[in-house]
C-alpha cells in the first residue's frame, strides 16, 4: 500500500520539476537576449586642467600703453596699480600713472608759442576705482587646459596733476583679465579720465582716453 502511494506522489512531483527547470531554461535565455539599457550609456570623461585664483586677496601689477590727452597728443603711459578682492566679484583698485603731454596743434601752428613747460607737461594721475566682475568665465586654449577669465568694469576718482595745477579726476573703464596660472593673470583695460581744463583759454570738460596692457601677481 505505502509503495503504491509513493509512486503515486512521484508520478504527481516528476512533471511539475520538469516545467520548472523549463521555464528556468527560458528566463535564462530570454535574459540574454535583452539588449543592453540606453539609458547608461559609456561617456569617456575628459581630464581638464583649470587654473585656479590664488586664495590670496591682493593683486599688484604694472601696465604700458597708450593715453591720448586732449589737446596734446597720444603718448605713451606707464603705471603701477595694486588691487584688493574684496569677494569673487568685487575688488577695490589703486593705481598711479605717469605720462607726457605732447604740443597742441596752436603751439605746432604758431612757431616759439608755448602754452606750458617741460615739467607741466608732465601728466600725472592717483586714482581708486571700485571693480566689478560682470562675465567670470573660462577660456580653452585647447582641450585639456582652460583658463579662469572676466570681464570688468571699473570706476573711480583721484587726482591729477597736469598744467601746473592739480585736477579732480573721474575714471571709468572696462577691462579683461586671463589667469595663466594660479597667481599669474594678463590685464587689457580702456579708461576715460576726465576733468576739467583752462589751457587755451577756455574751461572745459576734457576726456582722455588710455588703453593698456599688464601683468599682475596675486599675493
Do not use: W
Not at 55 to 64: D, I, K, P, R
Amino acid at each position: 500500500m505505502e509503495n503504491r502511494l509513493l509512486c503515486i506522489v512521484l508520478s504527481l512531483l516528476l512533471p511539475l520539476l520538469a516545467n520548472g527547470e523549463e521555464q528556468a531554461e527560458q528566463e535564462d535565455v530570454v535574459r540574454d537576449a535583452r539588449p543592453e539599457s540606453v539609458l547608461d550609456p559609456q561617456i569617456e570623461r575628459r581630464q581638464i586642467t583649470e587654473a585656479d585664483i590664488d586664495t590670496e586677496n591682493f593683486e599688484a601689477g604694472v601696465y604700458v600703453g597708450m593715453i591720448s590727452i586732449e589737446d596734446f597728443g597720444t603718448q605713451p603711459v606707464l603705471g603701477l596699480r595694486l588691487n584688493y578682492h574684496l569677494s569673487e566679484d568685487i575688488f577695490f583698485e589703486g593705481v598711479l600713472g605717469r605720462a607726457k603731454a605732447d604740443e597742441t596743434s596752436f603751439e605746432r601752428l604758431n612757431d616759439g608759442v608755448e602754452l606750458l613747460t617741460d615739467d607741466e607737461r608732465a601728466f600725472t594721475y592717483y586714482q581708486g576705482a571700485v571693480g566689478y566682475n560682470l562675465l567670470p568665465g573660462e577660456a580653452f586654449l585647447n582641450r585639456n587646459r582652460a583658463f579662469n577669465n572676466a570681464l570688468y568694469v571699473l570706476g573711480g576718482a583721484g587726482i591729477t596733476e597736469f598744467a601746473g595745477d592739480e585736477h579732480f579726476t573721474i575714471s571709468l573703464g572696462v577691462g579683461y583679465r586671463l589667469l595663466i596660472n594660479d597667481f599669474t593673470t594678463v590685464r587689457v583695460d580702456m579708461k576715460d579720465h576726465l576733468f576739467n581744463l583752462d589751457v587755451l583759454g577756455e574751461d572745459k570738460m576734457t576726456q582722455n582716453m588710455e588703453f593698456s596692457a599688464g601683468v599682475s601677481l596675486f599675493f
